[in-house]
């Protein structure tokens, strides 16, 4: 599509992944960004910033996924989704969200919640109880905005997923991914954006 046919029937979606360094969250924006691109349909960009500690600083990582030709400007300004893994990250980006846009938290570290467009699902208790380890909550993430939209298919995502990782991490991350596509789209009915 050229960016002269840019009209009402082209697609714009604005994704904010923001919480902690070390919970993964700009590789789970690495990963949406390939799995858009893997369609063949859509473009995408990610850009990332998190603090000047190695963990436990602010991290977001930014994806705009559309099918323009090329997207102009690569920051998420207006957010359609923002996944917040913490509160630090819910107060400072919340005011972003567009009207209809959708609010993900993980219920434990984000408890208090006002936004009626708010989903609440705990990422980081249910890596550890259903996988063993808290370090695949961001692609449970990933799984969940993917079954949510439902503009990234299970394919492309298992495939970014798996092109991501080295053979020893692939089966609990594919399994992360899984869990998360089940649980968001369970919420398809709250994606009045698209």
């Excluded at 509160?87 to 219920?107: F, H, M, Q, R």
């Amino acid at each position: 599509m050229n960016k002269n046919k840019q009209n009402k029937e082209s697609f714009k979606m604005e994704v904010r992944l923001a919480g902690s360094g070390g919970q993964g969250l700009i590789t789970a924006g690495m990963i949406l960004a390939k799995a858009a691109v893997l369609t063949g349909k859509l473009n995408a960009v990610q850009t990332q910033s998190y603090g000047p500690e190695a963990r436990g600083g602010a991290s977001r990582s930014d994806v705009i996924i559309s099918d323009y030709e090329q997207i102009y400007y690569p920051k998420a300004r207006k957010l359609d989704i923002l996944l917040a893994f913490n509160e630090e990250s819910y107060y400072k980006y919340t005011p972003l969200l567009k009207g209809a846009g959708i609010l993900i938290v993980d219920e434990k570290y984000v408890p208090e919640v006002k936004e009626k467009n708010a989903i609440r699902f705990p990422f980081i208790t249910t890596a550890k109880t259903e996988i063993g380890t808290p370090i695949v909550a961001n692609i449970i993430a990933v799984g969940f905005i993917g079954g949510l939209t439902g503009i990234l298919g299970k394919k492309v995502l298992r495939e970014a997923v798996t092109t991501s990782f080295k053979e020893a991490f692939r089966k609990k991350n594919l399994k992360a991914l899984e869990i998360g596509y089940r649980v968001g789209g369970k919420h398809t009915e709250r994606m009045k954006f698209l």
